[in-house]
């Protein structure tokens, strides 16, 4: 599982995404990778995992705590 930030190439910083990515059956409201973000190469998706997109960081580490609470409970 991963929590991380997303920024395009040359985008401005105000456009940053917090991404929390886990196995599919682990990530409550998860999308594959090629949803979430669109033109990732297909030799880069994970079909077994899920991520989920926030503009916030609390929203964000809410849903990294709920997934890292189904791995260690």
């Known amino acids: 599982m991963t ?13 940053h995404e917090f991404h929390v990515s886990a196995p599919a059956g682990m990530i409550e409201g998860g999308k594959t990778f090629s949803e979430v973000r669109p033109g990732v190469s297909e030799k880069d998706l994970q079909e077994t995992r899920h ?11 809410a ?9 260690t409970a």
């Open 51 to 61: 991520i989920r997109a926030f503009k916030d960081l609390p929203s964000a580490a």
């Open 63 to 71: 849903a990294f705590d709920a997934v890292l609470g189904k791995i």
């Open 3 to 15: 929590l991380g930030v997303w920024l395009l190439k040359d985008a401005p910083i105000e456009d």
